[in-house]
């Protein structure tokens, strides 16, 4: 049996949360920051036709990466570490470590990154981010 969505969001919790993130698996009302919020990406979604015979299943995960901006340029500079290609805060280079998210048939893989500088208020505090795109099979 393949693994589920919710099975993949719940590992990209468990494999980023060594960043010193938190990480919720859906999207949520209120976050505590440094923060990864797990979408589904709106275009695409899926691509179911990745291997003949339903082989293998596509799917297309937008990480919402954010920090507190209570300092603008150093909030930049945090959430620098964590949008980066690589090194140890780097939420890519973890993913390119652990790609299977901690389930045997999962392979994922970070693609790009867009909106960096993205804002938004959250209970009055203000908060940075950007969107990572991240494609994940499930076999």
């Avoid at 003949?52 to 620098?80: K, R, Y």
Wanted: charged fraction near 10%; charge should be negative; proline fraction near 3%.
């Amino acid at each position: 049996m393949s693994s589920s969505l919710t099975q993949v969001r719940a590992g990209f919790a468990s494999t980023l949360s060594g960043l010193g993130l938190q990480v919720y698996p859906n999207i949520v009302d209120v976050a505590n920051s440094p923060a990864v919020v797990v979408d589904l990406a709106q275009t695409p979604t899926a691509n179911y036709a990745v291997a003949f015979n339903q082989g293998s299943d596509e799917w297309f995960f937008d990480l919402f990466v954010f920090v507190a901006d209570n300092d603008t340029a150093n909030a930049l500079a945090i959430l620098d570490g964590y949008v980066t290609g690589k090194g140890p805060g780097s939420v890519r280079q973890v993913l390119f470590d652990n790609s299977s998210l901690g389930l045997s048939d999962v392979d994922c893989m970070a693609i790009s990154l867009r909106s960096y500088g993205i804002t938004t208020k959250m209970n009055g505090i203000g908060f940075i981010g950007a969107i990572m795109r991240v494609i994940v099979t499930i076999a």
